[in-house]
């Protein structure tokens, strides 16, 4: 029976291989493939989401000084599902192995990462989900090219397009996350993987529906500006010189990262305990300025609309940046795109607290834009990203911002596997 069944799945993979007889259009047997990874993207990033935010809901009841024992104990626990089930990597291995390891995500990290990132996230990590989904979608558009026999580009392709369907569910803009993609693989070509563009692109949209549909986020702007009205065309000018500011704020962030990296590696520890003293130190910041806890998508619209004195915003901007930094040097798993984002509009309204008479959308959008391009080397996504979550119409000022930060960026990138090997 089992030989059977057998059979007749290679008797239809053998029927995929075969190009569609008499097909007048470009439509092909591979769109239907990168339509079914989009549908399952969508559907693990929802279900991903939902328990995230049930543990969230449940953790947050310790609050107070009961955040730091929570949290140093939810370190304590990630770091022992790391250490028991296995090391799940973070997205400097994700970008290694699409790049070096012929495009392959394994998809045995998956329990790992999935376990340890809900828990840090949930207890209120500054990371946030991007990382994990890009990983568990991106290996499942590994394992769904292995099983249709896909080799080559036509593999990386489909692990890439995996990635974009994950990266797209949370911050729901299918051509930004095609875009992302493609762009965080390299810290200077763009594009050096542009066959992946269009099953990205397939699998971003037939997973953003899917997301939608559960979730029903990603339907229009998260993040609640003022409109934006473009007065002259020194507003470009504005862009670039705030983007200065934010890319500066993205080198003390690399540079508080390596600090922390040192802090973490001098004296080689169980990771357990590794996660369990960054929770500590996560929870003595959070006790004080519970504004840093968590990674940002929903309090950046709390920063926005709560009228902080200047003196917090500044110490906001100070300590969610350290926050960021032990949290991705002390095992804790997430993604620190969403984080940055807070950064950057924390920074924004600092600024414009000294320049009252510029547009506050204007200032706020181009310090996120710069300080993520600077970190990430992502400027084309950053600007589509930002001008979908924000409303942000007219977003010719924020690529001004996002190249700015681009081009202000270190010379050797935050994510060292974005280099060419030649390069290190």
Not at 139 to 164: N, P, Q, V, Y
Request: charged share 10%; with cysteine.
């Amino acid at each position: 029976m089992k030989l059977k069944r057998r059979r007749k799945l290679v008797n239809y993979l053998n029927m995929l291989d075969q190009p569609i007889r008499f097909n007048p259009f470009l439509f092909s047997r591979t769109f239907l493939l990168w339509a079914v990874l989009g549908l399952i993207g969508g559907l693990l990033s929802g279900l991903y989401w939902i328990v995230l935010i049930f543990l969230t809901e449940k953790i947050a009841f310790f609050d107070g000084w009961q955040v730091i024992p929570a949290m140093t104990i939810c370190g304590f626990l990630a770091g022992l599902v790391i250490h028991f089930i296995g090391e799940p990597g973070e997205i400097h291995l994700i970008v290694n192995n699409i790049r070096f390891n012929k495009g392959k995500l394994d998809p045995k990290n998956n329990p790992s990462m999935i376990l340890s990132s809900l828990l840090c996230i949930a207890s209120g990590g500054s990371l946030g989900p991007e990382a994990p989904l890009i990983q568990v979608t991106g290996s499942t558009g590994t394992w769904l090219g292995k099983l249709f026999r896909l080799k080559g580009e036509d593999l990386r392709s489909m692990s890439i397009a995996g990635m974009a369907s994950g990266f797209t569910a949370m911050f729901g803009a299918p051509l930004g996350g095609s875009l992302f993609s493609l762009e965080i693989l390299h810290h200077r070509h763009a594009v050096e993987y542009y066959k992946a563009i269009i099953p990205a692109l397939v699998a971003s949209s037939f997973s953003y529906i899917v997301f939608a549909l559960i979730i029903h986020l990603g339907l229009g702007a998260i993040w609640d500006l003022s409109a934006y009205e473009y007065s002259d065309i020194f507003d470009f000018g504005y862009a670039v010189l705030f983007a200065v500011l934010g890319a500066f704020t993205g080198w003390c962030f690399i540079y508080c990262t390596k600090f922390f990296k040192v802090v973490f590696e001098k004296k080689p520890i169980p990771i357990y305990l590794k996660t369990a003293i960054g929770g500590l130190l996560l929870g003595i910041i959070a006790f004080y300025f519970p504004l840093t806890r968590y990674f940002g998508h929903f309090e950046i619209a709390e920063l926005l609309t709560g009228g902080f004195p200047i003196r917090l915003l500044f110490l906001l901007l100070v300590f969610k940046l350290i926050a960021i930094a032990i949290t991705v040097t002390s095992g804790w798993r997430g993604g620190f795109i969403i984080p940055l984002f807070f950064v950057g509009a924390t920074l924004g309204l600092i600024i414009h607290h000294f320049f009252p008479g510029t547009s506050v959308t204007l200032v706020v959008v181009s310090c996120m834009a710069a300080i993520n391009a600077c970190v990430t080397r992502t400027p084309m996504s950053t600007t589509i990203l930002l001008a979908t979550l924000t409303g942000f119409s007219y977003f010719v000022p924020i690529l001004f911002a996002s190249l700015t930060g681009y081009f202000l960026a270190p010379r050797i990138p935050f994510i060292g596997s974005q280099m060419d090997k030649g390069e290190k």
